[in-house]
């Protein structure tokens, strides 16, 4: 779970999570540009793949959450979330790299911070300090009385656990699925190598359980990557609006 540094300069640690980071950048801009490059009237394979990627991001993340009158500007923050937090998820079921970049809390948390100052930006932005606040804080249609318990709640849940538990989601569940992997992957060596005989079986048993949690991981990666991404749409329509 912990890999030392390849190199570090002063403070400043570079290691194989930074890598991985860069090249996620390397890999989904080169892909992008690559699909784009001809932009043909009938798609090649690649253009069609980077066309129905966008196409999903743009009108099932953006347009069917934000609206139709406001998605456009935010369409470059969604994809930029979606596609660079499921290129470094799948890392953590790449043979040798193996590493899920956001099982480290940091990466998840400066990602969580941008897409809050997004939001709330937006927000005040749009409605004023005061006005934004009160739609924050102040749930309509309650009697006024419920306000003095109200406001201390809402004021807490929006707007300072809403981005820790955005960040949390895809934090939690890379480390617990990488942890589990690791779990399954020690088990097996133990009981074949340590214990022999009846532990052979349990070790095909301890096999077929990290199969499982494998591509079970996969299907939790590009979840957590739709799902960051969606939050941050739900956010950001819900500083847009007039209502609650």
């Known amino acids: 779970m912990y890999l030392p540094p390849f190199f570090e300069v002063g403070s400043f640690e570079f290691g194989k999570h930074t890598l991985l980071i860069l090249l996620s950048v390397v890999f989904i801009a080169g892909f992008f540009l690559w699909a784009i490059r001809k932009q043909a009237l009938v798609p090649s394979k690649g253009q069609y793949l980077g066309e129905m990627g966008y196409g999903f991001v743009r009108n099932s993340l953006g347009r069917d959450i934000i609206g139709e009158k406001e998605f456009r500007p935010w369409i470059p923050l969604l994809f ?11 890392f953590g079921s790449i043979p040798v790299l193996q590493l899920p970049t956001f099982s480290h809390p940091g990466s998840a948390y400066v990602l969580a911070g941008i897409a809050y100052i997004s939001w709330v930006f937006i927000g ?23 306000y003095i318990f109200l406001i201390p709640i809402e004021f807490i849940s929006n707007l300072i656990i809403r981005p820790v538990t955005h960040a949390l989601r895809v934090f939690a569940t890379m480390f617990a699925g990488h942890m589990a992997i ?21 070790g095909a048993g301890a096999l077929f359980l990290g199969i499982f949690i494998f591509f079970l991981e996969i299907l939790i990666q590009v979840l957590q990557a739709y799902i960051f991404t969606l939050l941050f749409a739900v956010y950001v329509d819900g500083a847009l609006q007039e209502g609650h």
């Open 80 to 90: 930029t979330f979606f596609f660079f937090i499921l290129v470094n998820n799948l």
């Open 182 to 202: 690791m779990v399954a992957a020690s088990l097996l060596g133990f009981l074949v190598s340590e214990v022999g005989g009846l532990g052979i079986l349990g």
């Open 124 to 146: 005040i932005k749009r409605h004023g300090f005061a006005h934004f606040m009160g739609k924050m804080t102040m749930p309509p249609d309650v009697p006024k009385l419920l």
